[in-house]
């Protein structure tokens, strides 16, 4: 039995690289193989694993692509909201104003109008749910309404535009914006076609305002 070489340091042994090539019997070996030695084939390397979530949330929000695309429906009306239903703003500039519903555009807003030669309210759009149905109605007659359109409102909301600091203090702001001979005809037209079908009595509930008074109680009234 071959007496096991002593180690001296790391890589290194008492006996020479021929010593130890007989002491392990490396000769029969290349012996055995025609005078090489045996050859392995080298494993394929795994694939690499899927990589880990971070430990940690970014400081920035990173947007991110939704699972799936949204399919905007329009907003289901209330079955108290007819063509011809006279509502109660709730919200906006024109706050308690009395306005008649003319149709719903395909964004699902509502078409109202004062009309705007009895109460100053022009066409406009607004939310269903900043609105209260009131049990009275106009027999609307045959109304062209192909101008008021989505597009053709945001147009006119795109021109106001947002103002930095520096035209705010500006003289030129005092200057109001000026509507376009467009907008202005089309609201002209409206008016012609819907004041003839409103009585004398419509005609002053509609330029009235809606307020509360002390000791009324909305969720009780019938509008």
Known sequence: ??????????????????????????????????????????????????????????ADDVPKPLAHKAVNKPTKLRASITPGTVLILLAGRFKGKRVV????????????????????????????????????????????????????????ESKKGKKGEDEFFTAADAKKNVLSQEYIGNQKSLDAELLPALSSELKGYLSSRFSLKDGDRPHLMKY
């Open 1 to 58: 039995m071959a007496k096991p070489a002593t180690f001296i340091a790391r890589g290194i042994t008492s006996e020479g690289r021929a010593k130890t090539y007989k002491r392990k019997g490396l000769w029969a070996i290349k012996k055995k193989n025609g005078g090489k030695f045996p050859s392995h084939a080298k494993k394929v390397a795994a694939a690499p694993a899927a990589a880990k979530a971070p430990r940690f949330y970014p």
């Open 101 to 156: 519903f003319l149709g719903q555009l395909p964004s699902g807003l509502l078409l109202v109008t004062g009309p705007f030669k009895l109460n100053g309210v022009p066409a406009r759009r607004v939310n269903a749910a900043y609105v209260i149905a009131t049990s009275t109605k106009v027999a609307l007659p045959k109304l062209d309404l192909t101008a008021f359109t989505d597009s053709y409102f945001a147009a006119a």
